[in-house]
């Protein structure tokens, strides 16, 4: 039972370098959202997808990009990489409501 | 954005003891979800709730949706070493599209 498989698990990256985190799901669920995580801040909602071909920004979008092409996959790009891009990163989809998550990247920006 | 509100953001308790926490809003949600996150981990999902006053049981974990729609609480009972770990309320509300806000957490300790 794969679920929603993240990759990379761990990167760093130099300011102004650019990176797409991957994120693929197995569960043929419409939704698709990335989320990051900063210490006691919760969960922030960067970009969501409701089906293949239709993404939509989020609370944070600012410095990132996304594309859905495929139901599985919803990648996220980062163009200029900053250093308050460091953060952990969560991909999720869901049927409806009920959201399942990846694993998480924590991405290190320096 | 519409945050939910959890509080404190630490607890600490003793292993067999229950602890309850809650989660609170200024506006109404249609859905109430209950996640736990382990360390190096993605939140797993506990309890979701779906109609107001909705109390909802997964083994030692118990949930209510709150009847104003504002809010809701998770209870643990008889806490063990394995409940540790940071626990998130999240939400939907009319017209969100399924998008899930979620309360900034808490972060439990259970001692030996």
């Known amino acids: 039972n794969a679920g929603v498989t993240q990759t990379p698990k761990f990167r760093i990256l130099k300011i102004g370098q650019s990176m797409t985190l991957q994120c693929t799901q197995d569960m043929n669920h419409n939704y698709m959202y990335w989320y990051r995580q900063d210490p006691g801040m919760g969960l922030k909602l960067i970009y969501y997808s409701v089906g293949a071909g239709i993404t939509d920004k989020g609370e944070v979008p600012n410095g990132y990009n996304v594309s859905r092409s495929t139901t599985e996959d919803f990648p996220l790009r980062l163009e200029l990489a900053a250093p308050s891009q460091t953060s952990v990163y969560f991909c999720?989809?869901?049927?409806?409501?009920?959201?399942?998550f990846g694993q998480g990247t924590r991405l290190t920006v320096v | 954005g519409q945050q939910l509100n959890q509080s404190p953001q630490s607890m600490f308790i003793q292993e067999g003891e229950d602890v309850s926490m809650n989660c609170t809003s200024s506006s109404i949600f249609n859905t109430w979800l209950w996640y736990k996150q382990d360390p190096g981990e993605g939140p797993v999902l506990l309890i979701a709730?779906?109609?107001?006053?909705e109390l909802t049981s997964n083994g030692r974990l118990t949930a209510q949706f709150g009847i104003t729609r504002k809010d809701s609480f998770l209870n643990i009972s008889a806490s063990i070493p394995s409940d540790v770990g940071i626990y998130f309320c999240?939400?939907?509300?009319?017209?969100?599209?399924?998008?899930?806000?979620f309360g900034k957490g808490i972060t439990l300790s259970v001692r030996p």
């Open positions: 709730l779906y109609k107001a006053g």
């Open positions: 999240a939400g939907t509300r009319t017209g969100a599209n399924s998008k899930l806000t």
């Open positions: 999720a989809s869901s049927r409806t409501t009920e959201a399942f």
